[in-house]
């Protein structure tokens, strides 16, 4: 039986839902918390330290983390971290209601909700290649639904909630937010258990992290796969820590349009993620992915240009189909052709590139908007896309992807032999 015609299991029901869920209170948040920082202060760098603190525990702990998932149970790592998450936001919440909200508390909250996206994050790529069999096919068709769901709700639904409930008080995004992770764990903690591949040998935690990071920079195709949303982190972080005040002081845009044109943003990305498979069969993978690349840096150079907000929507819009649709065919091939045991550690070495580049964004977009003009960090974003586009071009070839995909079939097993695991050659450590 082929993919075509096998269905995606009842689980996967389950954490589309809880995902869906999440992503609508997330949306909330994306919206909400920079109108939120902005009634704090209005200096660029500050805002910046809010936008970089969610990405720091990635470059803390984003390898060992790795190591982490692939020792613990996926599924119960996913519905803890969601439920912590739901009780954290009621610190941040409880402060703006009493009036003492500040920008450190804020950077504090930002730095262990990402450290709680981290575990959540890597566990759920993790796990489902193994709810689903590993078939490429299906991988692509279920990352297709989360990420359009994902973009429906936190980019779609989400802002436009959020500005709307900023209004009603500065702590009931946040706690609708919070609802959202709690909901979403419970659903989570439904979803049926799946074994965990047993390690070949045993050895020390260091020794397992470092074997992942060295399976990411050993291939070419996965490194490559890895630098597309590691560059991509810089543009967007600096575009993101701007946006919100060039939205307001050049574009003219108000508190309820900012939320409208983050919406045109996510209205692209769900056609992205829809369209994802239909370019990947018609393309080739890797032809889609630079394709994917080159529209992103010219959307972003569109947005710098754009005079009025209708130019800056439809910039945002085309932009967010390219991230769509990368955000689809990437992680689906990643899925496809690492092994199981190393899932976990590959997700998060990749993960970690692109996070701990965003901090590097955040501070550059905060710089340059200081030291310069407000469009400066849009413009440097869309040079440094194109500049991607060309690097990684032949790092994701086509030519790559099938030899990988080939690599991975089935009659080679999940756990295929190349690129070599240099765990498999190592002695063991004693814990």
């Known amino acids: ?22 992503s609508l209170g997330d949306g909330v948040s994306h919206a909400a918390l920079p109108l939120l920082a902005l009634t704090l202060t209005r200096d660029p760098m500050a805002l910046a330290v809010v936008t970089a603190a969610g990405t720091l525990p990635w470059l803390l702990f984003g390898v060992l983390g790795g190591a982490l998932v692939d020792r613990w149970d996926r599924r119960r790592t996913m519905w803890v971290m969601d439920a912590a998450r739901a009780v954290l936001l009621a610190i941040p919440a409880a402060a703006a209601a009493l009036d003492v909200l500040s920008i450190p508390l804020l950077a504090v909250v930002a730095f262990l909700l990402g450290l709680g996206g981290l575990f959540f994050d890597t566990a759920a790529t993790a796990y489902l290649p193994d709810l689903l069999g590993r078939d490429p096919a299906l991988l692509e068709r279920a990352n297709s639904r989360l990420r359009g769901a994902q ?3 936190s980019g779609f639904a989400g802002p436009p909630a959020g500005s709307a409930l900023l209004a009603l008080g500065r702590a009931v995004p946040l ?31 260091l020794r397992q992290a470092r074997a992942g990071a060295s399976y990411v920079f050993q291939d070419r195709l996965l490194l490559g796969l890895a630098l597309r949303p590691a560059v991509g982190n810089i543009a967007f972080l600096a575009v993101e820590t701007v946006l919100a005040l060039f939205a307001h002081d050049r574009l003219g845009i108000d508190t ?96 970690m590139l692109a996070m701990c580049a965003a901090p590097i964004g955040a501070f550059l977009g905060g710089w340059l908007a200081t030291t310069y003009d407000i469009r400066t960090p849009l413009y440097a974003a869309a040079v440094l896309l194109l500049a991607m586009t060309a690097v ?5 070839s086509n030519r790559r992807v099938d030899a990988a995909l080939h690599a991975a079939a089935p009659a080679g097993g999940p756990d295929h032999p190349a690129p070599k695991d240099p765990a498999q050659e190592s002695e063991p450590d004693v814990l």
């Open 175 to 205: 706690l609708a937010d919070a609802a959202s992770f709690m909901l979403s764990a419970l659903l989570v903690r439904s979803l049926p258990a799946l074994p965990r591949p047993e390690p070949k040998i045993r050895e020390s935690l």
């Open 256 to 351: 309820y349009g900012f939320g409208l044109l983050l919406t045109a943003e996510a209205t692209g990305g769900l056609l992205g993620a829809g369209i994802a498979s239909h370019l990947g069969r018609r393309l080739g993978t890797g032809t889609a992915l630079t394709c994917t690349a080159a529209v992103e840096g010219l959307a972003i150079l569109g947005l710098a240009a754009a005079p009025n907000p209708y130019a800056a929507g439809l910039a945002l819009a085309v932009c967010g189909a390219g991230m769509g649709a990368t955000m689809v065919l990437g992680p689906s091939l990643r899925q496809a052709i690492v092994p199981a045991h190393l899932m976990g550690r590959v997700a998060s070495t990749s993960r």
């Open 151 to 153: 973009t429906a709700m």
């Open 1 to 22: 039986m082929t993919s075509d015609v096998l269905k995606l299991p009842t689980g996967f029901g389950r954490l589309w839902t809880a995902q869906t869920v999440s």
């Open 392 to 396: 990684t071009a032949s790092m994701t």
